[in-house]
């Protein structure tokens, strides 16, 4: 089964200060690489994604860092605020119509 | 929500009787997906639909089958409830192959005591 690793599980953050969180995969055909964030009660939606021909992708506050070679990406998110307190969730996809998850990080910013 | 919805929101029932989730879809997309989310678990896929009468299973099918009729519905039935299937439960849709972003409904929080 192919996985994609997440980490950390949860992650605390002082307004301000930089969430970090960094996903693993393992296949190699995977050609899109999107992160997803969920508040309680809600579906999980699209916050930013990336490709491979590109090592990083900013979307305002948020960035995407990815490295093909070692096969693994993160999301920075800068000048963190409590409105980003969520869950969010990295994901591998290929041409096979399918997505596979990553568990999950958990985010509070304290204000 | 990009134009799905999900009912019920919520339902609580019976080990033993058989539940359906619908997903309606206003965006004409051809994919069309159902997930389960677990603590612990993150999302993983039930089974998935590529055009109408298309589907195939995903990850964790066992238990569940689903039905595509028309573009716009895709429905998922547990055929005899079971206790390990209470879970929230996420439709999703794309309009492409898995390398175009897929979007969520609200979900169906569904319990089985």
């Known amino acids: 089964q192919q996985q994609v690793k997440q980490s950390p599980q949860s992650l605390i953050v002082q307004k301000g200060g930089i969430s970090i969180i960094n996903c693993a995969y393992e296949?190699?055909?995977?050609?899109?690489f999107p992160w997803y964030q969920q508040f309680p009660g809600k579906g999980p939606a699209l916050l930013i994604a990336?490709?491979?021909?590109?090592s990083e992708k900013k979307e305002g506050r948020f960035t995407i860092s990815f490295n093909k070679s070692a096969k693994q990406f993160s999301l920075h998110i800068m000048d963190s605020q409590p409105g980003d307190s969520a869950t969010y969730f990295c994901?591998?996809?290929?041409?096979?119509?399918?997505?596979?998850f990553g568990k999950g990080t958990l985010l509070t910013v304290n204000p | 929500d990009a134009g799905i919805t999900q009912s019920p929101r919520h339902k609580v029932t019976e080990t033993g009787t058989p539940v359906t989730l619908r997903c309606h879809q206003t965006e004409n997309h051809r994919y069309m997906y159902w997930y389960r989310q677990d603590p612990g678990h993150g999302l993983r896929l039930i089974h998935y639909?590529?055009?109408?009468?298309?589907?195939d299973k995903g990850e964790v099918s066992d238990g569940y089958s689903v039905s595509r009729s028309k573009t716009e519905d895709f429905l998922l039935t547990l055929e005899s409830a079971t206790s390990s299937q209470t879970s929230v439960y996420f439709c999703?849709?794309?309009?492409?192959?898995?390398?175009?972003?897929?979007?969520f409904g609200d979900g169906t929080r569904l319990s089985i005591l």
């Open positions: 990336i490709r491979p021909d590109v």
């Open positions: 999703a849709i794309s309009n492409s192959q898995g390398n175009q972003p897929q979007h």
């Open positions: 296949n190699t055909a995977f050609d899109y």
């Open positions: 994901a591998g996809g290929g041409s096979n119509y399918k997505l596979t």
């Open positions: 639909s590529y055009g109408v009468k298309d589907t």
